[in-house]
């Protein structure tokens, strides 16, 4: 790598490095807050905060490498161009198109890191984190349970005449459950103790010496007194779960393609797992499979757009490009859509958008090598000047008849 190789790379890598920082750190404050929320109104550290940010980190890195990417070639290309240096480079006779080659190599190894995210750390983190929010959903439980106030927990009330100063440890327990079906059953016991859930157990209250009593609601209302189904039962120790969602334990991964990594993608396309339809995991991996080839067409892109006016600093490529990624990325998301209903074929609704959008990025790059980068590629057409420049004249010329 020579001399001007590593300097276009510092003027490139400086932007997509400040672009990486800021899109993370608008993307993660957003989503903190509300994971603060849940996390002190389950009475639980603050550590969970910052584990619960760290998995969705790979989330919010396959939003902004392309971008960062992107916005870091024009950038530096931009600079480049403004200051007069790409005409130095080309009058020593090295082309843009040789000057493309450190960027491409970034290119390559962006390309690679979003093909690590989007294939495992993604469906990894994803699932890791609706394991952690199940978790702490659960935890929740142990900030509700106060000692003289009944609590509606699911399918249990639960009362506690003292508590400790932590809420883990009750005196004179009461406990109803609603059995489902007309079925109760009462429990009171001397002590108590609540136990955390993790993701295979829910949380669950643990009752020492203790009395256990069943029935029916249908034996009670035809007054039946004895009854072989009720009993009282005397224990010293039982485990009662005080889960407050449908799922006793959380599930385990690949109930959704997103969780899925690029190979089990591949290998469960013909016999995907039930609830998951084949052609959903058809749009997922040819939709990230895109999305990493997209990688190598931003440059060709980025660099049309970076020359504008000499002297002046212009913006208009800056907001111009992000519109045509957010419209191409709606445009790809849409096509996986139609894709996953069954609508369109994986080549017509993902790998089309991606060709024709390769295809138009290489003919604006094409162009702007054959033209002077004297001039902006947005740079209005020559009629418009021309028209513009007449009525300037003209009310130039009445505003001086006027005076």
Do not use: C
């Not at 870091?72 to 161009?81: A, K, M, N, P, Y």
């Not at 079906?181 to 609540?194: A, F, I, P, Y």
């Not at 034996?219 to 120790?237: C, I, K, M, Q, Y």
């Amino acid at each position: 790598m020579n001399t001007l190789d590593r300097y276009i790379l510092r003027e490139t890598l400086r932007p997509f490095a400040v672009t990486m920082v800021l899109a993370l750190l608008v993307l993660l404050i957003e989503r903190m807050l509300r994971i603060l929320d849940l996390v002190l109104g389950s009475q639980g550290p603050l550590r969970l905060l910052f584990e619960m940010l760290a998995y969705l980190v790979p989330h919010y890195i396959g939003l902004a490498l392309p971008f960062g990417l992107f916005l870091g070639v024009l950038l530096g290309f931009h600079r480049l161009s403004r200051d007069s240096e790409i005409d130095s480079v080309q009058a020593a006779g090295i082309g843009v198109h040789r000057m493309l080659r450190p960027v491409m190599l970034s290119a390559l190894v962006v390309a690679a890191l979003s093909a690590a995210t989007f294939g495992y750390l993604q469906p990894y983190g994803r699932y890791a984190y609706r394991a952690m929010l199940h978790s702490i959903s659960n935890a929740f439980i142990s900030a509700v349970l106060n000692e003289g106030v009944f609590a509606q927990i699911g399918d249990n009330t639960f009362l506690a005449e003292q508590s400790d100063s932590k809420g883990q440890r009750f005196i004179r327990v009461f406990v109803y459950r609603n059995e489902g079906e007309g079925d109760w059953s009462v429990m009171t016991s001397r002590q108590g103790k609540l136990e955390h859930g993790s993701l295979a157990r829910p949380p669950a209250l643990w009752l020492y010496d203790g009395i256990q009593l069943g029935g029916s609601s249908q034996d009670d209302a035809l007054g039946v007194n004895e009854d072989p189904s009720r009993g009282v039962l005397h224990f010293e120790a039982m485990r009662s779960d005080l889960d407050s969602s449908s799922d006793a334990a959380f599930r385990g991964r690949g109930e959704d393609e997103r969780e899925m990594t690029l190979i089990e993608l591949w290998q469960l396309q013909d016999t995907p797992p039930e609830g998951i339809r084949s052609s959903d995991l058809i749009a997922e991996f040819h939709g990230r499979i895109v999305r990493v080839l997209t990688i190598f067409v931003l440059p060709f892109l980025a660099v049309p757009l970076a020359h504008g006016y000499r002297r002046r600093a212009r913006s208009f490529g800056i907001g111009f490009g992000v519109v045509i990624l957010i419209v191409y990325k709606e445009v790809v998301d849409f096509g996986e859509n139609l894709v996953e209903s069954g609508d369109l074929s994986w080549f017509t609704g993902v790998w089309a958008p991606f060709l024709l959008f390769s295809l138009g990025t290489l003919l604006v790059f094409v162009r702007a090598l054959m033209r002077l980068p004297r001039e902006s590629l947005l740079r209005p057409p020559d009629w418009v000047l021309r028209m513009t420049a007449g009525l300037r004249r003209r009310l130039d010329r009445t505003s001086r008849g006027a005076a």
